[in-house]
Structure formats: C-alpha cells, structure tokens
C-alpha cells in the first residue's frame, strides 16, 4: 500500500498529516457551525458541503481513500438535493426570518439536540467499547477496496440490503406521491376539444382586447360591443369591470 | 537495446522528491491550459469546415493565436456584477468549476516509468487505489460549479440552466458510474494506472469450446460500457447535443448568462479542460491507455520511455474531435428526450450488462457441461418469460368504413366514401370550345 498507510500503521502521525489537520479542522468546524448559523438556506447547504469535504479528506488521510472519495461522492449529491429542495420550496433570495414562531423552540431544540447525541453516544459506547482494534495493517491485507467489499458482502450484508431496501422505498414513495396519473379515457380528442369549445355559452373567438371601442385604455376598462354593452370577457376575471366616472373621462387637457 | 519493467504499479507513487511534484503538477496544469487554448480553436476549425467555411484562420499561423487574442480581449473586459447577484458565490462558482477540472486531470496516466533527471518514476502526478472513483467525485463537485453560479446570478434564464444542469448531471453520472462498473470487474482494480496495466494483458477468453486471444483494450471487450460512458460523459460535460444548461436558443447562455470578464474566461477554461479530462479519462478506462494502437505496437519500443505520451495526445486528440464532430452534427435534445434516454434507456441496459458479464465472469471457472446446461437453463426462463409476458393486444385493424363510422359525433364531415368526381362541366365546355384537331378520337381524350 501508499507509505500513508504504512506510516500510520506505526502509529506515528506524520508531519504532513498533521498539516492537513490543522488546516482543515478549523475549516470543518466553521462550515459546522456556520451551517447552523447562517440565515439564507443555500449558504448554509454550502457550508455543510464544506464540512463533509473536510471529513472525506480526514478520511483520506487516515488511510480509508474509498470511504473518503465516497464521502465526497454521496454527500455532494445529497446535498445538491437539499440545495434543489431549497430553491423548490423556499425560493431563491429567501432567508430565514429571526421571529421565533413556537415558543421555547430553541431551547427545546437543543436540549433534544443534546440529549439525542448522548444517547447515540453512549449507545456506540456501549457497542463498541470492548471490541480490540485489528490495526490498519490487518483491515488492508488485501487492499482498502477489497477489505470494505468483502466486510459489505459478507458479514453485513443483511443490513446493507435493509438500508437499501429503505432507500428504495422511500424513493418509491416520493415518486406515488408525485405521480399524477393521467389515464387514457381522460385526455380529450380533437373532437371533443372542439365540442367543448363551440358549446353554447362558450364564445369560440378570439377574446376582445381591453380598452377596444372604451374611452380609456386601461386594462381595467371592458371592451364595448358594437351595440354598446360592456364586453366581460375583455377584462380578467380578477379585475372588476369598472364603469369610469364623469371625472376620468373628461379630457385631460393634453390633446392639444 | 532492453526495456525494462515499464508499468508502473500504486508502490511506485508517492516516492518523488518534491521538486519532481512540482514539475509534474506544473505540466498536468499547462496541459489543461494549452488544452483550452488549441481546443478552442480546433474546434471552431472543425465546425467550420463541417460547415464549409474557413473558421478563425487571420490571426498567427492557421490561426492559432486567435484564442489567445480572444482571451486576453476577455481580460480587459469590464467585470459586470449583477445587483441581486449573491456575491460570494458569485465569485467562487467559476473557481469551483475550474478546480474541479483540473485536479481530475492529477491521476490520469500519461504514460509509463520514465526517467527524469535519474529519477526513475511514472508519467502522472499521482495515483491512488481509488483513483477513477477520485475523478468521478471531481466530476459530481463540478456539478456546484454550474449550479451555484445559476443560482448566484440572481436572473432567470441562469437560473433555469443551473436547475437543468443539476438533474442532468446527477442523472446521467448515474450511467456514467454504472459504466465504469464493469471495467472494475474486469481490471479489479480503480487505480487508474491499474487499469491501463490490465488492459495490456491479452485475456484468453474460452467462447463456445475455442480459445480465443481478446483483444486488451476495454473499448472492444466491453463494447457496451464504453458506448453508455461516452455518451454520459458528453451528458456530463454539457456539450451539444446535451448542452440543455447553455442552450442558446432557449435560455440565451444558460446558467453563465450573467457572468463577464474574466469569470467567463474562466468558466470556458472549466469546460474545455472537462472535456479534455473526460477524454483522456475515457482513453484511460476503454482506449488502453498510453498503449500504442495496434500497428504501432508491433515495434518493442513503442510502449517503453517517452513515446507513449505521444500515443496518450492522439488518442486524446480523436476523442475530442469527437465532441466536435458530434457538435457539428447532431440537433440539440428536448429537455424530456434527454431524461428518458438517461433513466429509461441507458440506465436499464447497463444493469443487463452488469448482469451479463458477472454471470460469464463468474460462469468461467466451472465445467463445459455445468455451464451450458446453465446459460441454457437462463435462455429457456428469458424465452418462456417473454412469450407469457401480459402484453397489451394491438387493438384491430379497422376497415375504413368503421374507422368513419367510429367518429364521435360532431367530427368534421367527411365525403361519402364511394364518391366518384363528376367530369368538371367548366372541363367539359373547354373542351367542347376547343377546335377538334383530330376528329376520329376527340371521345376518349376527354375527361
């Protein structure tokens, strides 16, 4: 394997490692908390794509390039959906606002925030504390790729086939619930378009402009018909049609 | 005259004395650049004459300068900054495009050990034993690069190519992975200079009861892989047909519509030295690598010292006259078009192909007789599977008298079906006006 590999097996850390660290964990640490800080919802997805940049190269140089790169791969995309998220629902420009809407809702966030962290803590504690560490030189026997491959397939892979069988799951989901089904029967021909457009009640034309044969322009003026009634269907439905006054329509004095 | 053990291997790497680094890191970077600089004006030479005319050709000889000259007039510039623009990361979007690129282009081998200044060490800056997975991730961060500076725009029509480009890039880096996947299980390796190692070895593949010599190149083994990854990384590099994020004629210049100056130089730079990396990436899984192509490889020499870097340029040079023949050629997608062939089309047929090749893969070890009884066995279940699939029945061919009489009401009215067309009486009183020249056959003219 790389000489990181050998190095880190002796137990020592190596200067450049070091280096590494101590450029990017500060850089972890803001893109962390600045994700929780920061009031636009886009920074702060961006900053947590700084963090778990950060993590995939402490990753690296720890001697796990697979998980590292995959890091990187998995968490780019993933944020890149909570990023789409953003701009699908909120909206561009949007930032968050500084009302707290709940009452106690911060206080309650963290204290659940905390308490959640302790109880996986102590959970992988309780897990993991009397396993022995096999040491990197064991873990790479047979290469980095190969060692996760075989752990993967073998030992884990019932789990492994839960997660993915979750994820499925929860992509098959979305997809109902975003699904509009449109069946055959309820598309509309040709015929009955035209049907439905010359029915009785239905005027087939063209619709009247606004302000046409009206003494103003203004969009919220109806159109008059030859005989001299309004014209509804000249005006958006939103408007109302509105009748102008003997002050609107005298002259203006600019038709000189 | 000997040759000595030339491929390199992952012990070979992370040796270098640091000035070594430096020069190759330094070259790998002019590289992409002079990349940028001749595929700009390649590719307009090429367009050009695929469209019949001349291209740039006033500026230095051939016009090659025209580039550079472009380039430095983009320079000079005004810097134009939108007001509603978010200034941040208005500013890193291109940077993060451009870095992108070019560190992809740290673990492409350019050729085998050579000896540089005594130090006897391989033509690429590095390499890893995750390295193809590296180059995939630069890719998927490429992605932010084109996103964010649509979004950072604070305009519409960028904007609209930023979210474009986002499902683009996503969907097709899908094909893109799945595709490598089968030069993994061929190589079994991801190091990029692993794979260009396994693909000089000619596997003897047992076909039907004969031996057969395969040709090493992936390109030909893995014909299906290699068809899906290249038009997924065309996909992947935005360029025509799939350039949705940029369509001109749609979204003015898409997601770079707002950026100016030097931004813009830089965002071209990203786009350029992607399609350089993919192609050279491509020429690295599939095209052998630096290997001499065949002809070539006759002589001993030709994949030792400094020529393969010669055979790793042109094989780099094909591919990216490729994109811009396929430029000059093809119609740009519809939007949906371009979503189906990514998720219904390329997608299912990479699984089956996956599938196929495990199965052979792993099938080779096994007796003759087990093997046959077993691809038989999968024949029978594919044939009997695809004879009592529920299909939907073709509805009947209907008469033309029932496909009338079928009309809903209301439908415009038709002619009798069995209409004969009268003589038209204004032919008849020509004809009747006119002088007869021959008298004996005026009856059967008529009509």
Redesign the interface.
């Known amino acids: 394997m790389t000489t990181q590999t050998v190095l880190a097996a002796a137990g020592s850390v190596p200067g450049g490692e070091a280096v590494t660290f101590w450029i990017l964990a500060p850089l972890a640490l803001i893109g962390a908390i600045g994700m929780v800080a920061a009031r636009n919802a886009v920074h702060s997805a961006l900053m947590l794509v700084m963090t778990m940049l950060c993590l995939g190269v402490f990753y690296v140089i720890q001697a796990g390039p697979f998980i590292g790169v995959v890091q990187i791969i998995v968490y780019t995309g993933a944020i890149m959906m909570l990023f789409l998220f953003v701009l699908m629902l909120v909206g561009r420009g949007a930032s968050d606002s500084v009302i707290e809407t709940l009452r106690g809702q911060r206080v309650a966030a963290l204290v659940l925030g905390v308490g959640f962290a302790g109880l996986v803590g102590t959970g992988l504690h309780r897990a993991l504390a009397d396993s022995t560490a096999a040491g990197l030189t064991a873990a790479n026997a047979e290469g980095n790729v190969q060692g996760i491959a075989r752990l993967l397939f073998t030992k884990y892979v019932l789990a492994f086939e839960l997660t993915s069988a979750l994820l499925i799951t929860a992509a098959v989901g979305a997809m109902v619930l975003a699904h509009i089904e449109r069946r055959r029967e309820d598309r509309m021909d040709q015929a009955a378009t035209m049907k439905a457009r010359f029915r009785p009640g239905n005027y087939p034309g063209p619709k009247p402009g606004p302000g046409v044969f009206a003494t103003s322009s203004s969009v919220a003026t109806p159109a008059r018909l030859p005989d001299g009634r309004l014209a509804e269907q000249s005006t958006p439905e939103i408007l109302p049609v509105r009748e102008l006054t003997a002050e609107d329509t005298t002259l203006k004095g600019t038709e000189k | 005259m000997t040759f000595l053990a030339q491929e390199p291997t ?1 012990a070979d ?3 270098d004395p640091w000035w070594l680094v430096l020069i190759k890191i330094v070259f790998a970077f002019a590289f992409g650049l002079l990349a940028t600089l001749l595929g700009v004006w390649f590719e307009r030479r090429v367009v050009g004459r695929m469209a019949v005319r001349p291209g740039p050709n006033q500026l230095g000889p051939f016009g090659l300068l025209q580039t550079l000259a472009d380039g430095m007039k983009m320079a000079f510039k005004e810097d134009i900054l939108p007001r ?1 623009a ?1 200034k941040v ?1 208005y500013f890193f979007a291109p940077v993060i495009s451009v870095v992108c690129a070019v560190t992809a282009l740290s673990v492409m081998p350019f050729g085998p050990m050579v000896s540089i200044f005594g130090h006897q060490t391989p033509l690429q800056v590095t390499d ?3 390295a193809v ?2 180059v ?2 630069c890719s ?2 490429a ?2 690069g084109v ?2 500076a649509g ?1 950072a725009s ?1 305009s519409t029509y960028p ?1 609209l190519g930023g ?1 474009r480009s ?1 499902a683009q890039l ?1 969907s097709y ?1 899908i094909a893109l992975g799945l595709s490598i996947v089968a030069v993994f299980m061929l190589s079994g390796t ?1 190091s990029t200079s692993g794979i260009v190692a396994a693909q000089g070895e000619r596997p003897q593949l047992e076909f039907f009861g004969f031996d057969v010599s395969a040709p090493g190149w992936y390109a030909i083994l893995l014909f299906p892989s290699f068809v899906i990854f290249f038009i997924a990384i065309v996909g992947e590099t935005n360029r025509a047909p799939f350039d949705l994020p940029e369509a001109e004629s749609e979204l003015v210049a898409g997601f770079m519509t707002e950026y100016s100056s030097l931004k813009f130089a830089l965002i071209m730079l990203s786009e350029y030295v992607a399609m350089v990396t993919m192609s050279a990436f491509t020429v690295t899984l599939f095209l052998g690598g630096w290997r001499a192509p065949w002809p070539l490889s006759i002589w001993d020499g030709a994949n030792a010292g400094w020529w393969p870097m010669l055979w790793f340029f042109g094989k780099v040079l094909l591919l990216v006259f490729v994109f811009v023949w396929l430029r000059g050629t093809l119609p740009r997608l519809r939007y949906d078009q371009f979503m189906r062939l990514g998720w219904k089309v390329l997608l299912p047929l990479n699984l089956v192909w996956i599938l196929v090749l495990a199965g052979w893969l792993k099938t080779q070890g096994w007796e003759r007789a087990d093997r046959l009884i077993l691809y038989g066995a999968i024949a029978g279940v594919v044939l009997v599977a695809t004879l009592i699939w529920p299909s939907r029945r073709p509805a009947p061919k209907l008469t033309l008298a029932e496909e009338v009489n079928n ?2 009401s ?2 415009f009215p038709l002619p009798p079906l069995d209409l004969q067309v009268p003589p038209s009486p204004r032919t008849q009183r020509i004809v009747a006006e006119r002088e007869p020249a021959n008298l004996a056959d005026t009856d059967s003219r008529e009509v």
């Open positions: 992952l790497f992370g040796r509603s978010d990361v890893v034993s995750v997975l590296l995939l991730a998927s961060m992605v932010y996103v964010l979004w604070g904007l979210l986002a996503i880096e991801m009309r809903p209301g439908s």
